[in-house]
């Protein structure tokens, strides 16, 4: 009985950012679990070696090339992900990222942000997570029953230097979050539900450079980082696995609207 409620074999998923670290880590391990997976991204060769990598342990994959700003190109995204499973169990939003203007280095100061740089981020992590939602979810809707995954960030529940712009975002999208479960539920019933995951401190493509040095070790962020994350470490990206798992599964029938920190107690930790 236990086993069954985790059980997500045969279910659909589609994955927005599908090629990125976290992304590509969630994509293999729903894979993994019996899952056909959907990778979603601007970028087709990372995208067809995330694919190999699920079809090399056994799983089924494919790869669909859209932006998520891009309407047009996810409608035809949704249309190929339904003929090719007819429909969408699991929706990952893992799209998002950071651009250097949307940050404020230590010698600056907030006036010196860049307006146009910080739009793009928000856009990109906020809408970029909306606009994917309003699209893929039609096929949940229709079949009365679907899991959303967004993800936040540490972000979302605590203000972080410098990051203006990823900060803003991510606190948005826990919020939409809470606000897409509402709606979902109040007018389509309790077969939808909508979760977050909020990641600690991981390496990725967008934050290498803040966190570690090109000649190898930890920048003072990336000390910093470590020194307020309990377990003294930065996150293993299949580490979030297990948590997207279970959100997706009967075993987390009854919960929506939350946002579940995977982050080696920095949520928790108050510094002293």
């Known amino acids: ?79 190929k992900m339904v003929s090719m499973f007819g429909r969408i169990d699991i929706l990952v939003n893992a799209a998002g990222g950071n651009l250097p203007g949307a ?29 994917p939602s309003k699209i893929f979810a039609k096929s949940m809707v229709a079949n009365k029953k679907g899991v959303i995954i967004n993800i936040a960030s540490m972000s979302s529940f605590r203000s972080i230097t410098r990051v203006v712009g990823y900060s803003a975002a991510k606190a948005a999208v826990m919020n939409f979050t809470e606000w897409l479960a509402i709606e979902m539920a109040k007018k389509f019933g309790e077969g939808i539900r909508v979760n977050g995951i909020a990641p600690g401190f991981f390496i990725t493509e967008q934050n290498r450079n803040l966190l570690t040095k090109p000649e190898g070790g930890y920048t003072l962020r990336g000390e910093a980082a470590i020194r307020n994350t309990p377990f003294g470490r930065f996150g293993e990206p299949n580490e979030l696995v297990g948590t997207l798992i279970w959100l997706c599964s009967d075993a987390s029938k009854f919960v929506t609207g939350v946002t579940i920190p995977v982050d080696g107690g920095f949520n928790a930790f108050c510094g002293v």
């Open 1 to 79: 009985m236990t086993k069954s409620l985790f059980d997500l074999s045969g279910r659909t998923a589609l994955i927005t950012g599908g090629t990125g670290v976290l992304g590509s880590a969630m994509a293999i391990g729903l894979a993994n679990a019996g899952v056909n997976v959907a990778v979603v991204g601007r970028r087709a060769e990372a995208g067809e070696v995330v694919v190999k990598q699920i079809k090399a342990n056994g799983g089924n994959g494919v790869f669909i090339a859209a932006d998520v700003l891009d309407a047009d190109a996810l409608e035809k995204a949704n249309e």
């Open 103 to 131: 940050v404020i280095p230590p010698e600056k100061n907030f006036f010196d942000l860049e307006i146009p740089e910080f739009e793009k981020v928000v856009d990109l992590n906020l809408t970029g997570t909306v606009l």
